[in-house]
C-alpha cells in the first residue's frame, strides 16, 4: 500500500506525535509498504528532516508550537489537499494528538479530500475529545461515570466540596497527555488549580477523583483487546508517567476476575458506540476497592510510542505491533468505502 502517515501539529503534544509516527513508519516500511510523512504544521518531510523529528524518545519538556499554528491552519485549509502524497494514497495514518489534528479539524479536511484515512470522523473525533459531551453520552449509553462539574473559574470552593468533594481532578476539558491536569486535595488550591487548566482550554473541567486500580481497555474493530493496567510511579499517571520508560508499570493483561475484565470489555465497546467511534480507540477507567467501575475517558487516536498502552493491548491479543498498523489501515480503507457510498 500507498500510506501516508500524517503526524506533528501545533499542539503540545506534538513531540508524542512525533515518536509515536516514528514506530508506525518503520514498522510500515518494515512490511514493504511505501511511506511518505507529512507535518500537519509545515508540510512534507524530506528524508532529513524525518530522522531529525521522528524520533522514538518523547522526553519531559514541552515543545514551544508558538510558531507552527499559522502553519497549520494553512495546511488544514487548503495545502494538505494539494500534496500528492495525499491525493495519491492508499489511506493516511493519523499519528496526531490533541488540537486540530485530534478534534475533528483535520478529519473534516480530509473528508473533503475524499482519502481514506484512520481513526474516526470529524463528529466522532470531536466528540471524544470534549471531555464533558463525552460523560454526557456515556450517561445515556449506561457507561458509569465520576460526578463532574464544568467551570468558568468562578465557582464558590464551598460548593464544589459539597457536590464533588476532595480530592478532585481539575483539568482541561479538550486537551490529552495530562497536560494542565492537576490533583486538588484542599478547597485552598482549587482556584490555582482551575487557572492551570485554563492555560490549556477555554473551558476546565472540575472531577471526583476515583481512587482504586487504573485499567484501559483498548478497542480494535468492533472487538475489545485484552484490559491493562497501570499502576504510575507518580500518584497520578501524569505526562512523564506516560512517556517516560520505568516510570509505571503496565499489565497487558490485567489479572483481573473474569467477570470484571468481561464487563470493562463491554463498557469499552459500548463507550466506543455511543461517541460514533470507529477503527479504534481506547478508553480508560478506575475500579475501586468495592468493584465500581467509571470510565475515565476515550481516547480517539490512541498513542502508538515504545511506551503507548494501546500496542501493549494488541501485543497481549497476539496482534505484534506491524500487525497492529496494517489492521488500523485495513480498516480505514473499509470504512472510506463505506463513508463514499
Partial sequence: MRITVLTGGATVERTVAFAGAAQVVAALRGRGHVVAVVDIATGLLTEDVEKRLLRTEVGTALPDVSQLAAGERRMLSGELARLEVVQTADVLFLVVHGGAGEGGLLQAALEVIGTPYTGSGPL??????????????????????????????????????????????????????????????RKADLARAIAEAARWDDEVMIERFIAGRELTVGVLGTEALPPGEIIPKHELFDYECK???????????????????RKLQELAVRAHRALKLSGYSRIDFRVTEGGDIFSLEANNLPGLTRTSLYPQAARAAGIDYAEMCEQICRLARNIGDERRE
Fill in 124 to 185: 466522532a473525533s470531536a466528540l471524544a475529545v470534549d471531555k464533558d459531551l463525552s460523560k454526557r453520552l456515556f450517561q445515556a449509553a449506561g457507561v458509569p461515570v465520576a460526578e463532574w462539574r464544568m467551570t468558568d473559574g468562578t465557582e464558590n470552593a464551598d460548593e464544589i466540596e459539597r457536590v464533588i468533594g476532595w480530592p478532585a481532578i481539575v483539568k482541561p476539558s479538550k486537551q490529552g497527555s495530562t497536560v494542565g491536569l492537576t490533583l486538588v486535595k
Fill in 243 to 261: 512517556y517516560t520508560p520505568g516510570m509505571s508499570q503496565e499489565t497487558f493483561p490485567a489479572d483481573l476476575d473474569a467477570a470484571l475484565a
